[in-house]
Structures are given as C-alpha cells and as structure tokens.
C-alpha cells in the first residue's frame, strides 16, 4: 500500500511541473465538458431520469404490480419474488450519479447566476426522483449526498424526513418558478415543457399532491391536503419525454424488448381489460397469434403471452413522468378521503377519459360503464382499478397497490401473500462501500408511510 501512495505522490509532483510548460487546456475534451452549463445539464437530467423511470424502475415495479411478467432469465426470478440487492445496483448508482448529483449542481448553479427559473424546475425533479427513490427503498442518502468528496461516505435520512424535503422543494420550486426575473431562463432546453413556468408550477403542486396521497396511509389528513395541491396545480399538462427512432435514442422498453425479451403482459391486467372490453387494449398490448388478448399469469411463466404493444414500446414511444389523468386519479381518491363523493365521481371519469384521449381512443359503451360514475355508486375499488390499468407501465402502480391493496393481486404461483415484495433491498455498492449502510432489508419488509 506504501509504494502505491509513492507512486501517485511522484505522479502528482511530475504533473506540477509539467504545468509550467504545457498548455493546461491540451487534454480538456471539447464533447465532455468539465463544467457543463445549466442549459446543457438539465435535457441530460431530464431524459436520464426517463429512461430509468421506461427502463428498470417501471420494469421491475410491472412485474411486482402485475402489468407484466417475467418468462425467462433474470426476469423469471423477479416473477416469483426472487429479487437482491445485485439486481438493483445499476440503476441506484444511475440515479445517484446522472440524476440526483447533477440536479444539485444545476440547483448550485442556478444560485450562484440569479437564475431561479432553473432553480425552480430542479427542485421539481428532485422531489420527484427522490420521492420515487424513497418509495422504493425507504431511508436513503439526502441530506449529504451529492455532495462529493465531502461526504463522500452520506449517511441515510428517514423516509420521513425525506418526505418533509419534499414538501420543501416543491414549496420553494412553485417560489422560484415565479420569480419576474431569471438571469438564465429554460427555453429550449426543457425537453420536459419547452421552459413554461406555469407548466412546472403545476408539476410542483401536483408532485405535492402525490406525495400527500402517500402519506394519507399513516394520517388521513393528508388527503385534504393533497386536495389542496390538486386545487393549486390546476390542469397539469403531461410531464413525458419522446424518445426518438435511432438505436442510441429508443425508448428503453422497446430496447428491453428487442434486445432481451423476457417479459410478457401480466395476466391480472389483460384479465382487467378483457372483462371490461377495455379500448386500449390493443394499445397496450400485442395480439397473441391467434388474435386474442391474454397474459402470463405470476409464477406460471407463459412466453406465448402477449407481448407489450406498440403504445409503449415502440421505438420513439413515450416515457410518463406524471400525468395529468394520475393528477384526476389522485384527485378522486382523495376526495373519497375526505367525504366528498360527488367530487371523486368527477375526478375518476376525468381521468378515465383523460387516459382514452392520451392513447387517441374513444369507446361510447365503455365510458357509460366506467366514465359515468356519480356520488351514489363511486367507489375506492373502481377508482383504483381504472387507475392501475390507466398507470400501465408506471412504477406509481406498485406504491397503489402498497397503500391500498388494490386490485387485488393473487401472489404468484408457489408462493403465498407474505411473500409479496413491498420494497427493494439496499444494493449490494452500499453494503460493500458505505459504512452508514443501514442494514439489509427483506423485500418483504414495509416502508416508513406503508403502515399495516
């Protein structure tokens, strides 16, 4: 160990020297910028966060929420519930890395310009990667991650002090997003809405209004909470990004697909649609060979299922941030929450229709079934439902289930209800590396909001 001190010691004086001489600007890579403008980190914020949200982190939740299933590989163990802290070193460190660290120097640098514009819509995201990061694994680095060398070690802050960050942020973000004057606006940059302030103000409120639904679990005042978001975001405009039909820019579900293949339409879902002749189906899902629609059912792997459709997988398809019928659906449940029937009834077929628009289908006998609803026959069931089926392929569908139990899910074959994740473990880099590791956790163990 002595000799390898010595020889980066020797190394740093040689470059001290060299200094000198040599022009410092000779090994600066003009394509990977060591300070790269706000303008130019937050697209790569953006569609980084996307494609993780398209790729692992809306994969494995499907398979745990039944949207899909694994039939071969990797994915066949997922299936079954056979899911460890190596599957999830990837995109934990993607997220930490690409994601979570740049949005805090965007923030740094939005301060040091006078620009709270893109302070603003940073906050947005930050609230919105944590508040997933946190669903998923409960305490986790905060406070100090992000933070370089200086903490190069960060410790893990309870979900519910994350949570309280989280109100804070969108708080400040709806602040910032306000102010008249921003030295550095977002323009162009904004592959999210193309730098509208009122459109991020309302990504802020509604961020705000899905994290009450979450904590509405452990106090059900959090419901007339989130009703005051809701009030406040207005009609949200989709958050979404397009990926693009190149091989370096697909969407990472039909990358997934082309390259790997090992899930299929989940059996639940497909049972869902098909029962209720739902219009989307051909949308969200691929014919079988002999024209029908049915999935692989959890623990009986079926790789004649269907596969995902062309709405979500294909090659320039779309990833979904948050939505403005989740905002409707968001809005329903917690009126049901609060009493106020009339305004769920409302809410839920606003977001049933919503969710038709957004795949550009119409179906009248379908709407009259489950966009017709009113106070006297609204029910929690019906709003959760047409939310999970309407939420395909989003990684929200798997905390829904968390909070509400709905639909009802049957555990996959072989194994019995205990047995259903509720969280992922810590990754395997923080056991080996972070001494403030807090522990491993079992997939069956709950989160902080997720109280029996």
């Given at each position: 160990m002595k000799k390898i001190f010595i020889a980066f010691a020797v190394a740093a004086v040689g470059l001290t020297s060299c200094n000198k001489w040599i022009n410092e600007d000779i090994n600066v890579d003009p394509n990977n910028p060591a300070n790269a403008s706000m303008d130019l980190m937050l697209p790569a914020v953006e569609a980084g966060w996307a494609y993780l949200l398209g790729g692992d982190l809306g994969r494995y939740n499907s398979v745990f929420s039944q949207h899909h299933a694994g039939v071969d590989r990797q994915h066949l163990g997922f299936d079954v519930y056979v899911f460890t802290e190596s599957d999830v070193n990837n995109s934990y460190e993607a997220a930490y890395q690409s994601v979570i660290g740049d949005l805090m120097v965007i923030q740094k640098k939005a301060a040091e310009s006078n620009s709270p514009h893109y302070a603003g819509a940073a906050k947005v995201m930050m609230a919105q990667v944590m508040m997933q990061m946190t669903d998923l694994y409960g305490d986790l680095p905060y406070s100090e991650a992000g933070q370089g060398l200086e903490f190069i070690h960060p410790k893990f802050d309870t979900q519910e002090s994350i949570y309280n960050a989280i109100f804070t942020m969108c708080e400040e973000a709806a602040t910032d997003l306000a102010a008249a004057e921003s030295v550095f606006s977002l323009g162009g940059s904004?592959?999210?809405?193309?730098?509208d302030l009122a459109a991020w103000t309302s990504l802020a409120h509604a961020t705000a209004a899905r994290a009450h639904l979450h904590l509405s679990k452990r106090d059900a005042s959090h419901f007339a909470q989130a009703l005051t978001e809701v009030d406040a975001a207005g009609e949200l405009p989709t958050a979404q990004i397009f990926f693009y039909p190149s091989s370096t820019n697909a969407n990472p579900l039909y990358q997934f697909m082309d390259q790997r293949g090992d899930i299929r339409m989940g059996a639940n879902l497909m049972n869902i649609m098909n029962s209720s002749a739902d219009p989307r189906l051909s949308a969200f899902a691929t014919a079988a060979e002999d024209g029908t629609f049915f999935g692989s059912p959890a623990g009986e792997p079926n790789s004649a299922a269907c596969n995902p459709g062309p709405f979500y997988s294909s090659i320039d398809s779309k990833v979904i941030i948050m939505s403005n019928y989740e905002l409707k659906f968001i809005e329903a449940e917690a009126a049901?929450?609060?009493?106020?029937?009339?305004?769920?009834?409302?809410?839920?077929?606003?977001?049933?229709?919503?969710?038709?628009?957004d795949v550009g289908?119409?179906?009248?006998?379908?709407?009259?079934?489950?966009?017709?609803?009113?106070?006297?026959?609204?029910?929690?069931?019906?709003?959760?439902?047409?939310?999970?089926v309407a939420m395909y392929t989003q990684p929200e569908s798997w905390t829904d289930w968390r909070r509400t139990g709905l639909p009802v899910l049957t555990p996959a074959a072989g194994t019995v209800e205990g047995d259903m994740p509720r969280r992922w473990p810590y990754p395997q880099n923080e056991r080996l590396y972070n001494p403030n590791y807090p522990g491993a956790a079992a997939i069956t163990d709950r989160v902080w909001w997720d109280v029996e």
């Open positions: 904004d592959m999210i809405y193309g730098g049901l929450g609060t009493g106020d029937a009339a305004r769920a009834a409302s809410a839920h077929n606003a977001g049933v229709l919503a969710s038709l628009a289908v119409a179906d009248p006998a379908f709407e009259a079934a489950h966009a017709a609803w009113d106070a006297s026959n609204i029910t929690l069931t019906e709003v959760m439902t047409q939310k999970y």
